[in-house]
């Protein structure tokens, strides 16, 4: 089972992302999708978009504190994004794994967890190359970084370092949507969470240097040279019609969700 | 059946987009994707995708010819794009109309034309909607034209005018994603083609003119009143490392695909 951890807030594009990212994990067999609202409660777009969507899923929420969230104007590496979302993700999943025993108990031994963001693009072969994950499985990621992908570099099998274009020497330089732990590492190593105190660049490695070393980590998608997931972002929509029409009286439909 | 006219062209993020588009795609049943290079030979990216896309295709290219394509540092409101590609989308089904009799061709009497550029965001719900189209149906498009939608509005249900933020009074005020056609209507009116010289905003009219009047056109999703497709756009990806990193030959490898 693959239990996916989404960080997501509302934005004019949220439902647009929420939608495809779901006809993507709606292709992925016994995944379940565990979405986190930056919100101080579970919205009804979230709800209602969750509950039409034929996914199994967990819904939660848990609103970045004010002093931590990027500011309109702030440079978009300032603060790390999605970090209380995904510990809250961990937490229920710990939750869950603790009050779990017997038959059920043991297959979650042999699930994984992901972390992926909500505009990210996603392969249907990336799942399958992190279905079987010992530890923590790492794989390229296109179009992060500046670069055209970054990627774990792979000698006789082992990650002996990474192509980045910034600060290779970092514990573990590796982007988000390039790596996948064992649940049952998450469940044993209980410490492991987000620093969202961390210094750009460094999130990633808050999390991972609780749970392993670069000796340990377990190449997929061809020994890390295929391309099975991409950072995308999509555009923030321009509504300056929108603003003219609205001083007017004539704007959108508030009623009409988006 | 659905055919589904996409035209693409090649950048940095071309893979991705395809690969979200298909995930949607193949959860609709009897949908015929027509995807149009914007290049002058099919590129091996686009071949070997659609390949492996387990999708119903046909694979076509078509270059814009040099005079019509937006220059870097253009605004992207100067020329239209992908207008030559929608056309080479109607040749083909045109040619294929031509060719097919008996039980077939009754078949194609009930099937629709839907143009889906490749970074739009279209929910499964939509493609129910379009799929009974006697001429001409419309509904909402969400994130267009500087608005948080666009739609017509519908009146004792007739569409009688349209909610934009520009011109309204255009013969059809509708963006390329806010309407599909039923194919007996493309094949018996062959001179219907979009006119790739249009005016900004006038690209959709050149062609609905010859189809339709605003008093024939069906208004879907709810009256007009649900947003099923959303016209996001995709960040154009920065490569400021991967160009430092080239000019000391540590580039990304140009033979991995991303
Ligand atoms: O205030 C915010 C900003 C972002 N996110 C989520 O955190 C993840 C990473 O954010 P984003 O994609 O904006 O980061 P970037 O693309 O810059 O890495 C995404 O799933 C977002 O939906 C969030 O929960 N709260
Ligand atoms: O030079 C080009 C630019 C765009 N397109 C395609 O034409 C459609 C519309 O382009 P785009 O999404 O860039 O337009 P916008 O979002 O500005 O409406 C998309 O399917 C693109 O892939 C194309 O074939 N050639
Ligand atoms: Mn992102
Ligand atoms: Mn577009």
Not at 69 to 78: R, T
Request: proline residues 5%.
């Amino acid at each position: 089972r693959i239990y996916v951890i989404t960080p997501t807030y509302a934005r004019l594009v949220q439902k647009a992302e929420l939608t495809r990212l779901s006809h993507t994990f709606l292709h992925v067999p016994q995944l379940h999708w565990i979405v986190v609202e930056d919100a101080p409660q579970q919205t009804q777009l979230v709800s209602d978009f969750l509950s039409a969507s034929g996914l199994t899923y967990t819904h939660l929420n848990k609103l970045t504190p004010k002093e931590r969230k990027l500011q309109e104007g702030d440079p978009n590496w300032l603060k790390p994004r999605g970090a209380e979302q995904r510990n809250e993700g961990l937490r229920w999943l710990r939750w869950m794994g603790s009050t779990v025993h017997g038959k059920e108990a043991a297959a979650l031994e042999e699930a994984v967890v992901y972390f992926a963001d909500d505009d990210n693009t996603y392969s249907l072969q990336l799942f399958e190359e992190m279905r079987y994950t010992y530890r923590v499985s790492v794989w390229p990621v296109g179009l992060v970084g500046g670069m055209k992908f970054e990627r774990p570099v792979v000698e006789d099998g082992k990650v002996v370092r990474f192509h980045t274009g910034w600060r290779p020497n970092r514990p573990f330089p590796i982007d988000m949507a390039g790596f996948a732990v064992s649940l049952r590492l998450v469940l044993t190593n209980k410490e492991a969470l987000f620093d969202g105190d961390a210094q750009m660049g460094f999130l990633e490695s808050s999390f991972l240097q609780h749970l392993v070393t670069m000796d340990d980590l377990e190449p997929k998608a061809d020994l890390c040279t295929k391309v099975l997931v991409w950072h995308t972002r999509t555009e923030k929509p321009k509504m300056k019609r929108e603003e003219a029409l609205l001083k007017q009286g004539m704007g959108s439909d508030p009623d009409v969700e988006v």
